[in-house]
């Protein structure tokens, strides 16, 4: 039998610390480059390695949302942006 997975959104750092602690699994969360996530402030790359190091210790998951509406001119950046994160 598989295990069901509480993935929770959290759109800044205090969020994604409080689903951790809260009983979400997994997060997911939105960097401030490349992400539609609506009213949400998203994460720098320092916050995302800070978050990540949180819910880690707490062997949460993190997922990272890439989820723009790509045009050409966003590919060229978006491999360094990866490779950052």
């Known amino acids: ?12 750092l205090e969020r994604l610390k ?26 720098s790359l320092e916050e995302i390695k800070e978050g990540c190091s949180f819910a880690h210790e707490k062997k949460k998951k993190v997922y990272l949302t890439l989820n723009i509406v790509f045009h050409n001119e966003d ?10 994160v």
Request: proline share 2%.
């Open 18 to 43: 409080i689903a951790c602690l809260y009983g979400a699994d997994a997060i997911y969360i939105g960097g401030r480059e490349y992400s539609l996530r609506a009213n949400a402030t998203n994460f």
């Open 1 to 12: 039998m598989k295990k069901v997975e509480l993935l929770s959104p959290a759109g800044d």
């Open 75 to 84: 590919i060229n950046g978006v491999y360094d942006y990866i490779k950052s």
